[in-house]
């Protein structure tokens, strides 16, 4: 029977007709989905015009019309009929009565009703006074009597939607949040409000209103996908439960699962959260180009103003007259961010001189860059991005994955930027094995998350335990990847370790590294797990544990992860008892891998160049440079200048202040530091008795190219002189060229390493990398009196990680307290 047949059969039949015609349309397998709403709302339309003919006999000046999911013939099986009675005002009481032969039928049959009698004027009043009202007629569908009253309503609502739109679309995105905060957010929870939760039917319901106004656009791929699945399982729980309810609770979700021919509850929750996701990532996106607009309109005026002063200013200068002008022509600012990434009125764009399908790693240093400023990704890069970019080769270049650890490193922002690659299958691409966890549901009262967002929001949770291991770098990355064996069978940790070998060595971390991965992967929950459910006084258990964990450095990065990983659970996984049971087992197998802490490392013999450049220091009595590309093998598209940077020696006779000379110069010239070492290095007996300090540091250019050796020279020259004010550009670029301050990073740490040197006292200074972090280092460590005899720079995605062996004038470790009162004195210079 066709939806014509069914609608006939209802006309003929009156109401009992139109019942049985219902009943068997929604229980018949044959149509499902768009079909079978579609045949609903033609059934229902049908049926209410007979009744609207029948009643309204003689009566004219007035029309039935269909609003909201009814106008947009969304007719789930137990939707509401959303109605309104419109009239032109001049026969009231025949209108009343015709009202009531309309809704009686309606209610007779149990349908649950929502309906208004107005005239356009009320109408257009009501809408301008409740959102809620204006929104349902957007969606305004005529369906018997005066079509001339309908399309007036419909002409002049949408007039007045796009009239008023600067000042209600503002009121929907508040009400759009206020929504979300109440419901949470569909994509992530147990059991679904499907209309109501953020990313659900209503957020469609307003991006179709924002497209309406003709102010901003919703990204268009997938939405139309995602609103009907949604709109799919809305119908088959109104099926199973033959209630009309909107919240997908667990008890229900084998059977809609079995309605919709899929396999499991899993797979349900995994479509239903996919499809929350674009919707709301198309939201977010919205909602910025919303904001964007109404920045640009409100600043109009001022524009106007501008340029008649600016008339005026050129009328009076032909005739003499000259005065100051108000301002000039505005410019659309481009910030540089990265190399081939700048950052334009509140997003982060693509340069005009990037080559995404030249440069493989332009979607990890434009989602770092934007991260670290606390920017979203403009919709635009990121889609060019996904469709020209090259993949990485394998394994990745250093750069990629030193801007992985950024991009992970970076806290809160970090989630808006991933989110932005994962709608564009970025992440995928990068990372294959991620395509398993994706939106995969996690049926454990504890968990809030899906378990890729509980793997991001673990990064974030770590990020702000970087000050506590010495590599951060590992940490992040552990984060990332400690469920990524969840989806396979048997133990998610035995399965993690393997895929987590797999994708370390693949983006390049050497064997080493790649083994410590796998052991944290492996034994992400053993802390936790002995802590809570083992006797610690036992010392087998304490064995146990250390034996597992294998070195210190590992037990700081599990006990790291261990943390993260429980606050990114939920409130219910992590408290205070609990982190002191793991803080006290941490402390007993650290006692038990004790001793194995190695003293400071003998200095390796000078190479030849090395040894050339510290003679023709001492011989010059000046500094000795030079620049060296890197000495891995580089791909097609990176230069000396590229991923790994160039090796920079430098050669200085031994005097006071080199460090924060040379840290201030690179920072002076936008030199990144990825690596730094000093040392004193003894000349060779037949040239002389003196010493020269070595460097050896690797070093990047923030965007553009690299410095000429003879200017860095020359700046290092001055700097040592004192002729050259470092603090002072360092101040005025700031000044003339703000940072901008993307989230709260973790607060700088300095510590002394107990017993990890016989010879110095061994500073460690762990904070967020910044330009001319090392040069205010090394103005704090020359303040205090102290000579730096050697030290180990690193920095690992947006994290530095230092040691400095430093001595009392005369060669001897500092005492205790000098020790303490110098990281207390050096972290208070980091934190103003």
């Not at 006074?129 to 609502?157: M, N, S």
């Not at 702000?464 to 064996?485: C, E, M, N, Q």
Request: contains cysteine; negative net charge.
């Amino acid at each position: 029977m066709t939806g014509t047949d069914v609608g006939t059969e209802a006309e003929d039949s009156g109401p009992s007709g139109y019942a049985a015609a219902r009943l068997r349309l929604l229980t018949e397998g044959a149509r499902s989905g768009p079909p079978r709403r579609a045949a609903l709302a033609e059934l229902t339309d049908d049926w209410l015009a007979g009744l609207f003919t029948a009643a309204a006999a003689g009566l004219t000046g007035a029309s039935l019309v269909a609003v909201g999911g009814y106008g947009r013939g969304e007719l789930s099986p137990r939707s509401d009929l959303d109605l309104v009675l419109l009239h032109d005002g001049s026969d009231p009481g025949a209108v009343a009565a015709l009202a009531d032969r309309l809704w009686y039928p309606v209610w007779d049959l149990g349908l649950a009703l929502d309906h208004s009698v107005r005239t356009p004027a009320e109408a257009r009043k009501t809408a301008g006074e409740d959102l809620k009202v204006q929104l349902g007629l957007l969606d305004a569908r005529h369906l018997a009597g005066d079509l001339g009253l309908t399309a007036g309503l419909r002409t002049a609502v949408l007039a007045d939607w796009r009239n008023q739109a600067p000042k209600r679309l503002p009121e929907l995105q508040e009400l759009c949040a206020e929504r979300a905060d109440r419901q949470g957010e569909l994509q992530y929870l147990l059991e679904p409000d499907l209309k109501e939760a953020r990313g659900g039917l209503r957020d469609a319901t307003a991006l179709r209103a924002v497209a309406a106004s003709w102010l901003a656009d919703a990204p268009r791929e997938g939405l139309a996908d995602a609103r009907r699945r949604l709109l799919d399982v809305r119908d088959a729980l109104h099926l199973a439960t033959g209630r009309a309810t909107d919240r997908l609770a667990l008890q229900e979700q084998d059977q809609v699962a079995a309605e919709l021919g899929l396999l499991d509850a899993d797979t349900l929750l995994r479509q239903v959260y996919e499809a929350a996701r674009v919707i709301a990532y198309a939201s977010d996106v919205t909602w910025r180009e919303v904001g964007r607009v109404l920045r640009s309109r409100a600043v109009r005026p001022r524009l106007r103003k501008l340029a008649r002063e600016r008339s005026d200013f050129l009328r009076r200068a032909v005739a003499g007259e000259g005065r100051a002008l108000g301002g000039g022509t505005p410019v659309t600012e481009r910030s540089p961010l990265a190399e081939g990434v700048v950052e334009q009125d509140g997003e982060v764009v693509l340069a005009r001189a990037a080559r995404p399908e030249r440069d493989p790693v332009l979607p990890l240093r434009a989602a770092a860059a934007a991260a670290q400023a606390g920017l979203p990704l403009s919709l635009h890069a990121v889609r060019r991005m996904a469709a020209i970019a090259r993949p990485l080769p394998t394994p990745w270049p250093a750069e990629a994955r030193e801007q992985l650890v950024t991009l992970l490193g970076s806290g809160r922002p970090t989630v808006e930027v991933w989110e932005a690659l994962e709608a564009e299958g970025l992440i995928s691409r990068l990372l294959p094995d991620w395509e398993r966890v994706r939106c995969r549901p996690q049926r454990n009262a504890v968990h809030i998350w899906t378990v890729d967002r509980h793997l991001i929001e673990t990064a974030v949770r770590a990020s702000a335990l970087t000050r506590h291991v010495s590599r951060p770098d590992l940490l992040l990355v552990a984060a990332l990847l400690h469920d990524i064996g969840k989806g396979w069978p048997g133990d998610h940790s035995v399965a993690g370790e393997i895929i987590a070998k797999d994708v370390a060595a693949r983006i390049g971390f050497d064997r080493a590294d790649v083994a410590v991965l796998s052991t944290l992967v492996r034994h992400h929950l053993l802390l936790i797990e002995t802590a809570t459910r083992r006797d610690l006084d036992d010392p087998a258990t304490v064995r146990s544990v250390a034996e597992a964990v294998g070195t210190q450095s590992t037990l700081e990065l599990l006990h790291a992860l261990t943390e993260a990983d429980a606050l990114a659970t939920g409130p219910a996984a992590w408290s205070s008892w609990r982190g002191s049971l793991v803080a006290d087992l941490v402390r007993r197998v650290a006692a038990v891998l004790a001793g194995d802490t190695p003293d400071e490392p003998e200095p390796a013999a000078p190479s030849a160049e090395q040894e050339r450049l510290a003679i023709e220091a001492f011989r010059t009595g000046g500094p000795v440079l030079a620049l060296r590309a890197q000495t891995e093998p580089a791909t097609e598209d990176e230069t000396s200048g590229g991923p790994l940077g160039v090796e920079l020696l430098i050669a200085v006779p031994d005097q006071p202040a080199v460090l924060p000379a040379v840290a201030g110069v690179l920072a002076v010239h936008r030199l990144t530091v990825r690596t730094a070492e000093l040392r004193a290095l003894r000349l060779p007996d037949d040239v002389d008795d003196g010493a020269v300090l070595l460097l050896n540091w690797r070093v990047a250019a923030e965007y553009g190219s690299l410095p000429q050796a003879a200017r860095l020279r020359a700046d290092l020259v001055r700097a040592l002189d004192g002729s050259l004010d470092i603090a002072g550009r360092l101040a005025e670029r700031d000044a003339a060229y703000p940072r901008r301050r993307g989230r709260l990073a973790p607060p700088p740490r300095v510590t002394v390493a107990p017993a990890a040197s016989h010879h110095a006292t061994v500073i460690e200074v762990r904070a967020q990398d910044a330009p001319g972090l090392l040069h205010r280092i090394g103005m704090a460590l020359e303040k205090a009196g102290v000579r730096v005899r050697s030290m180990h720079v690193s920095t690992l995605g947006s994290n530095a990680v230092d040691a400095f062996y430093v001595t009392t004038g005369a060669g001897a470790q500092l005492p205790g307290e000098d020790a303490s009162s110098l990281a207390r004195v050096l972290e208070e210079t980091l934190r103003g």
